[in-house]
């Protein structure tokens, strides 16, 4: 595609249930990465796939958070149980080779999610 | 990856003045930089990057310096105009590693 997308662009949902995130980056991308923008404030790495595996998930707040990547393309992140203080925007980027320390991270609009 | 200040600082200059923003980064094997810019609602867009083994380089109304001896980054826009105002950040890749820096907002005052 021509850019990272991301669906939904908003998602309201109530605390307790389970929200899927998605993100189509651009075709062809090695490397996919999650992140969480909390309001005002920076971005916070969450998790890192190199083609469907993730070398780095250290990022990740909890166990309540998982994210999968099938066939190299399309990744969900997964939000099991939400609480209050998951509501951010989280931003997808994908970048060709997923060689870290040299590749350009191209980011998608992002997931505004609420929990009410 | 982990992200460096979550507490964004301002910067307020008068439209065509020249802006410089700031990004200290910690991880000194580092050697890849980027700057992205960040515009209410939207994703980053990428503007400008730089390899360690350069000090400076130009784009567009917008020059990157690099001191590798501080690890200090900086983005200076010249004749900044409304469309800038946004927020800033620095990207720092290492090996296997990516770490952000503090995001600055930009307000340009017409």
């Known amino acids: 595609g021509a850019g990272v997308s991301q669906s939904p662009s908003n998602k309201v949902t109530e605390k307790g249930k389970d929200v899927e995130l998605r993100c189509d980056p651009i075709?062809?991308?090695?490397?996919l990465y999650w992140y969480r923008q909390s309001l005002g404030q920076g971005l916070e790495f969450l998790i890192y796939?190199?083609?469907?595996?993730?070398?780095?998930k250290s990022g990740l707040p909890s166990d309540r958070f998982s994210a999968e990547r099938t066939g190299g393309s399309v990744s969900t992140l997964t939000i099991q149980r939400t609480q209050q203080e998951d509501s951010a925007v989280y931003l997808c980027?994908?970048?060709?080779?997923?060689?870290?320390?040299?590749?350009?991270?191209?980011f998608g609009p992002g997931t505004r999610l609420t929990v009410l | 990856g982990e992200s460096v200040g979550l507490h964004l600082p301002t910067l307020s200059v008068q439209e065509d003045d020249n802006s410089i923003i700031n990004c200290a980064y910690s991880?000194?094997?580092?050697?890849?930089f980027i700057w992205y810019k960040q515009e209410s609602g939207k994703g980053p867009q990428f503007i400008i990057d730089?390899?360690?083994?350069?000090d400076k380089r130009q784009g567009q109304r917008v020059t990157v310096l690099l001191n590798k001896t501080v690890k200090h980054l900086s983005l200076q826009i010249a004749a900044t105009q409304p469309g800038d105002s946004a927020v800033y950040f620095c990207?720092?890749?290492?090996?296997?590693?990516?770490?952000f820096g503090t995001g600055t907002k930009l307000q340009v005052i017409p």
């Open positions: 980027a994908s970048s060709a080779r997923g060689m870290l320390s040299t590749d350009t991270q191209y």
């Open positions: 075709s062809g991308h090695t490397a």
């Open positions: 796939f190199q083609g469907n595996s993730a070398p780095d």
């Open positions: 991880n000194s094997a580092s050697d890849y």
């Open positions: 730089i390899r360690s083994n350069m």
């Open positions: 990207l720092s890749g290492g090996y296997q590693k990516v770490t």
